[in-house]
């Protein structure tokens, strides 16, 4: 039996997607190895869940190991707490755009965890923000630009029931990620996360709570598909 | 000390309410008992949650007791699944209405509950069905209307954002009714319960869940003491 | 305002869906009557959680209102528990096919309401049974018929890792439904829909317990927008 | 799509309120932010859960931003953990006075919040001090001062039964704040959640557990119901 | 090793009690065995939850195994839905009387299935109905005839703030049983649970929901000790 | 109205307890205040959950205000986590000792605190450490002691089951105090909770986890009533 | 992809084990298929879950289609609610012999289930009755003879000590099984199931709530790798 | 009574185990006191969940008691966070090898406390990292190692399905043992420990979550069992 660590580099190959790192359990020297191991792969390092004293710390380590000259450190993302090396490729407009909404700006750090994970993977995305729907009508007014997105996230703390609006508005795949903001019942996401399950708007799907990166992987495979079946398409012909 | 079960006389000069009886645990006797209670000291007698069944057996017991000349039998609302004896007085129209909402037509035994509660202290409601904000412009079509009611009362099950985004576009005293519709997660209104007290619309209330005799005693307190400020506003004169 | 019951005629405009119909709370009389209004507005009415014993209340009291002369009654079907009123239409081969997975025929019921749901909308579905993961060589053996399947709906009960483990091993899209079957800590469905909800399995999206129709419409949403992307696709040729 | 911070500068016009700010998860160059967006706009902020270290850090931004000769600095209330700017308006007599109970000092940060809202609207409150239903002598003495209160806000932790006595023994409109004192069943405040829902005191509401800020909206859309009642009677002569 | 029933002969000689059956998972069949394994070792037996149906069938066994001659059938006593065989002792004076408070007629069967757990030890108990929370002046009515109660049993429901209250007003032993009356947050007794063990009061203590039996065992417990305490007391002399 | 905070200085006189005073989420400052509150009143102030750090603060700040003459200052009791002044009278031998057995040292806190509650009002007892169920000869070694007890407090964390073992072993009364050791499904001592609660014990009673001063509160209750039973019985002779 | 249901016929090569099938969700006519389908395979059937009402029916459907000259019935085990067909084989005396122990006959189904599924596997077993640790002599007398067994199947419901006092006492393997006897907080059997996973007894392990057959394979795993390791043993001899 | 803290030193001689210290809650100066009683009985000392800190505190401590002559400090096992002293013995070959599989390097804590307890007891076990469900390649290119260990103790967090899985391929005795790592419904463990508890497979067992030292003792009983299993069948002969 073998008691080394071992990465599934088989990932891309079978999902299309990079093989994200979970950092927060994780000491810098681990993270390290890690990144160090999907690099020699030839694959894009994605860590999420790592404070900016954990980047630091990652980032000395990796000086230490590949000398002061390698002209490619990696990047912390301060809002979306990840760090990811190299940097990730530029949007392939094949897929679109998906929309990230969310309910205030105390949602900010899981919206911009979906985006970076959207953006290693060549997917470009806009940021909605500050669209809860105790103010229905700021919701309302961005309801034509949304109709262009090709699947929405929906980021929401509190009730959580920004999605299930959403949901009832608009046609696309609609994907809740229900956020860990708020106090009382909503304390740790709860609220949110039973708000969204229990939606009476039909087809809205749910992920764990702040999983920001999980979302951006369920827009990943609907692209995928979406691509997949246009490009049969087009061989077709119409 | 006294064995006997005593009545809460005393509650219509305290608080302004007739003590209503909850009849789900308790025998077709007891009710029956009571409601004699209440009649002999000129009380109108409100029992909740009493089936059809249990309201024949009663008033099987009521026509031994009194002798079939009795001109007044009690009276059995199956929706509200509830006992009134006598009837309840007419509506006053100092109150104003009330506006009871309801998201689908699964909740309306609790909104008739509520509604009839607020019949027996002589306040007029109006029942707004289907109003799911999984379809919102049903919703956005009532609100003219909503604008002439005192109270909201919005009964929801499933998610239960309705008062949420009620209580975003109205100014009125906003009460959620958790309702124990639903499957899953929303089974037992848990759901809907945790959604209205995680809500992020200012100054929603909640009461127990399927409580629509609480949220109508609350709407009652509230329109109680809007006519005594209102009187002591006429008193004053302009 | 209005008192009546109001149905959501538009969401087939908004949302591409019929609007399905809750039976479980609802009476005969009420269900006739909302199947009624669907059929005047020409749509297609889909009723979920409806008994053999309510189904054929239902079948008395339409054929009342609609002389015996009407050729074409609902139809009920028992696995899936539900009405629909008229057939549903033909398969749309421009969907593709679904696949439903379910670990054990105690999942039946709700894999054959999404199966049916799916139906009303015009998508052909596969059913995949047996393949729970204490026996994983089943599912394996049937890995490369699922690759031809462009959403997978993976339902199951007890600790609920069959959508896990093929989330790990397939791109498409894959939808987990939490099933309620099992005794102690997954009873009612609690331990699948936590274990899918924590699954380790990147970019597993989930719907509320046994809500095979949520699960549907997702799919339904997924497959439209491809269709979108290859009709665009074709119209601008290779 | 816009992806800039909107601030909801409706709330007033439309429900009577400014919008509040909660300030947990927000930075203090957020607050800053925000702070300066509503004074441009002509709104008092109302910053809630903040520390006095965040507020210090806020203070010296504005500063910062503003020039040392603003003669007008952001005023932090350390009990209530609150930031105003400018200060609330003088009390406006036609609200009449809320009275906020509280069963101990370790409530009083609760309280302090729900008043200091209510300040920002022009509702003048009392506080009621240590009244906890285990000397209930002490709640008892207070019966008849509590008469004149237009609104009781009850604030309490432990099993959070003092709002049930109150409701039980005054007419007022009575909102319940489950405070989140205590240990073992009663840590987080859901034990004082679950025992004001469940209580036996006819109308008596709850908000979510330590939201003293949703407390004093309830409150006030009571106070401008009753005004706009009593303005309507004034008019109407007696 | 032996696999056949044994009784715990030896508990009253340890305890002082007699061992009361639980009849609510057992068959009239595997009570009726029970019974007269008792009955043989000259033991009273207490047969707890048992239905009339249960009770019935139960004596239908006993008359058949020992003959319609016996002229001592079991008593099912339906309030408490219990069986007692033989009857239980005259009350023994020194241990002065118990009081069993409820706070509604709904909480009669766990108050007398108290009562009757005291009468099988010889222990005398007064009844006290009605005096809930949220009419406290039924409650402070009573005060004086229960300063002479040596244990109080308080039942309760709902909110369950019965026994906090009198905890806080009397200085004897308090023992608070949770009765599973209500609905939504307090269906099953979980908040009347709740609310009694986070109560303020000091030195209130708590069974198991509905545990009417184990808070007549607590009483006993006291009251032995309190006799021995006298005894010793006695026989020192003044 | 009176909004200075207010000391329940009656209850030594109602209760026959002091008032306990609970630190965690106080100042020193209001420590300070209080029992100089209940030191001019005459009372022995006992303070629960108060760490050094905050102990030493509030012997400053009484020092300040007392002046260094004062001989008198408040003792912390660490391992209890009090602060008492004056010291505890001497123990009264007519309340015999009370035995408190702790499964564990790590139960120490919670054991001290109940002793300490106990010397408090004049009551003496014992420590017995270490007997957990799991070695179960260590707790039989000590039955014969455990014998001379008037009350057993039954500490434990884990599984909770000393107080059970220990109901069905001796014939006193038995308060049981869950304690929020361990870890997965113990931790915060629920799993105590609920094994004590749901315990086959006849007449176990159980305050909230880590209540060690409600435990001695109920053993206080408990001797007074069998100190008065006694002096009944002294007077009355042999 | 193929739609037929799939037995697990690998399951007794794979792990020694029959597939023992789940009843309780299943129609008759679902089992009978099953139960026809493994016979064909030659693979004894055990249904876990039926009814007296469902296993008639199960054997009216067997003799339809299989004759009535058919010689050999399915048996139903009332007790622990099973089928089997053909008789289970007879006991292989290399397991030696595994006892389960219940606390109350009200486990007795629960342990009658492990038995059954023992004795299908040719594994013999003792039951040990009414060892409740309330009488803890019961269990003490028994423990020579316990010593014997080889693994230790412990069902207990209420607050589920048995398990912890046993593996105190015994060095064998202890698998606990949850009961769901009781009521209040034990119901459902959730306190056991805490009890036994937070207890403080080394090396304890324990199974899903009343899962009878799920400890009786973990014993037979446990008994199949003794025997293969004594087999070995002899093999090499002394 | 005695209120010195005792040891079971009994434990090795019952059940053939050495008392494990809990570490946790204890300070520097109790793992200290413990250490050296454990010592002087000349037992091997395991103390569980010991940070590096309070570690070093132990070893200056026992410094400061023996002298620095002192040849045999105890040792740190910075990754399983335990203390031992003096050194475990060697691995005894009778006992074969346990497998401690995990599913991420997130686990490694438990899984090297798991293997750390084994060794104390002379048991060799082999670690197998990294091979969580959503790569199933990585647990299935392992499966010929993996049959030849005795037990499997599988660590897993998130949905926990490892175990599951496991216990599906492989015939031994399988013990899982769920880990507080992930986020929203899998912190803390619970979906992990429920995961576990509702699995499909049969046979499988669980701990408590990250009871890993647990988990250890319950292989250890096993292979106790397997060894006098084995030493009785050598004895006599083939």
């Known amino acids: ?119 290693c993977h060549g997917v470009a995305s806009d940021l909605v923000l500050d669209v809860g729907v105790a103010g229905l009508h700021r919701l309302l007014a961005e309801l034509e630009g949304l109709r262009r997105a090709r699947v929405l996230i929906a980021c929401a703390g509190m009730e959580g029931a920004l999605p299930t609006v959403l949901a009832g508005l608009l046609p696309q795949p609609v994907i809740g990620v229900p956020v860990a903001v708020g106090y009382g019942v909503s304390a740790g996401g709860q609220a949110a996360l039973m708000g969204m399950l229990a939606s009476c708007a039909p087809g809205l799907t749910v992920v764990n709570i702040e999983n920001g990166y999980g979302a951006a992987m369920a827009a990943l495979r609907i692209l995928q598909l979406a691509n997949g079946v246009a490009s049969a398409a087009r061989e077709q012909g119409p």
């Open 1 to 119: 039996m073998n008691e080394d660590a071992r990465l599934d580099l088989g990932r891309r190959q079978r999902l299309g997607m990079v093989e994200a790192v979970w950092g927060e359990h994780k000491s810098a020297e681990q993270i390290t190895a890690v990144m160090l191991g999907l690099r020699q792969a030839g694959e894009l390092a994605l860590v999420t869940r790592v404070s900016a004293e954990k980047a630091a710390a990652v980032e000395r380590l990796l000086a230490d190991q590949l000398g002061s000259g390698g002209a490619d450190p990696p990047q912390h993302h301060p809002l979306a707490r990840c760090l990811t090396w190299p940097p990730p490729p530029p949007a392939d407009p094949a897929f679109g755009r998906v929309a990230v909404l969310s309910g205030g700006s105390s949602d900010l750090a899981v919206a911009s965890e979906a985006r970076l994970a959207l953006a």
